[in-house]
């Protein structure tokens, strides 16, 4: 039997962190809204710890993860194990092989705590006593909660209100690591109220969110912002995926064809892509082809401009030259909420700008389609935002199968779905609005 994992020893955790800015076309600088010139370090004093901003205006290609971070790492089941699909692949009848990174196995279940980690040890290292952040369907707050418990100190989330309401799970989840969640828009702060004024039963959305964040740390001296993508020292933290997988696929003797990743704001897919796409532009063209993967529905590097916008809705962040279907855009509530998102990171928009990355949307019932084939085949039950690459990894084996090609494809599994079960009976009842369904039983074919 041919094994179907490459697991690293613990000691071969990364010991740096790999920045694109290194090696990339450098994004256009993010702009003071006010007098639209190139932000300041120190205008980002208030929200974030120094060492944090420095990360996000570094130009180094490596940064050092510190001795106690890489201690932590381990308790995030790092590094993770690289599979390889043969279920699946052998469901498809393709010449391909699949191979996903294992992101699912972390305590809360995604890829997020690589970065929250990281941000709660240099905030606790610069004496901030309170983390304020929010969260979508509740990944990224978990991760920032646990974080937070690990360095000994307190976490605020502001949840969009139709998760807080028909998630309720990972807002345990939070309140059990011992954060206070409220529900966005809240009463707690100026932008929260004045929405609430105009409409009580207002659903809140991501940009909202961020913005009542953003208000509750400019009022309390205690406390700093976490941001769970988008910026450039998130991407970096999130690295720590692809060195892992630039190793496992060394040990296979393999090159990938295909790095396919689900793009809300970008983290994960640059998390897994980006070391490898620097190799690529250092040796000035690779044989790797890299895709990333948005929702029809929120359809930012497909269709959206690129152009400097606000992060946020109330319009407090700076201005970032980024893919952009406006900061005032509301997407429809699909189930993947981590991916409804109005922008992309700028590192990523720059690579899709200049065509190194390729962008591609995929609808919500063809992922719920590839999600529910993954689960049958491989026994996970994916994210539904995971779904997304899984989708766009299954239509790459199987025009492998059309071309008789052995591609090698890889994909970063970013979460697992167990706590977004309502959007899958939402789909095994039928009642999720699609376009096209992937083709074939959903029940696996004997193999
Ligand atoms: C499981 C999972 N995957 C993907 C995403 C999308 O975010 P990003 O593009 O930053 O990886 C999220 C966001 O919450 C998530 O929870």
Sequence with gaps: MEPTRVVLDQEETPKRWYNILADAPTPPPPLNPATRSPVDPGDLARLF????????????????I????????RLLNRPSILQRA??????LRT????????????????????????????????????????????????????????????????????????????????????????????????????????????????????????????????????????????LLHQTVIGLEAQKQFEQLDLVPDYMVGCVGGGSNFGGFAYPMIGESLRRGGGTTEFVAVEPTAVPSMTQGRYDYDFADTAQ????LKMHTLGSDFVPSPIHAGGLRYHGCAPTLSVLVDAGVVKARAVDQLSSFEAGRLFAN??????????????????????????????????????????????GYSAFLEGRLPGETALSGSPVPAAS
């Excluded at 043969?86 to 469901?91: C, I, N, S």
């Excluded at 779904?387 to 008789?404: C, G, T, V």
């Design 316 to 319: 407090m962040t700076p201005l």
């Design 86 to 91: 043969v279920h699946l692949e052998r469901y």
């Design 377 to 422: 085949t491989e026994g996970i039950i994916p994210a539904p935002e995971s779904s997304h690459a899984i989708r766009a990894a299954i239509d790459l084996a199987l025009a492998a199968k059309r071309e008789r090609e052995p591609k090698v494809i890889a994909f970063n599994l970013s979460g697992h779905g167990l706590l977004d079960l309502e």
């Design 95 to 234: 010449p391909a092989k699949i191979y996903f990174k294992r992101e699912d196995l972390s305590p809360t279940g995604s890829h997020k705590p690589n970065t929250a980690f990281a941000q709660a040890y240099y905030n606790r290292e610069e004496g901030v006593e309170r983390l304020v952040t929010e969260t979508g369907a509740g990944q990224w707050g978990s991760a920032l909660a646990l974080a937070a418990r690990h360095f000994g100190l307190q976490c605020k989330v502001f949840m969009v209100r139709a998760s807080y309401d028909q998630k309720p799970y990972r807002r345990h989840v939070m309140r059990l690591y011992g954060a206070d969640v409220a529900a966005s828009p809240s009463e707690e702060t100026p932008f929260g109220r004045s929405l609430l004024e105009k409409q009580p039963d207002h659903p809140g959305s991501l940009g909202v969110a961020i913005s009542e964040a953003l208000q509750f740390v400019v009022s309390d001296p205690r406390s700093k912002y976490a941001l769970g993508s988008v910026l450039n020292h998130v």
């Design 49 to 64: 710890p120094a060492e944090l901003i420095r990360q996000e205006m570094t130009n180094e290609r490596f940064v050092d």
């Design 66 to 73: 510190p001795d106690e971070l890489r201690d932590a790492y």
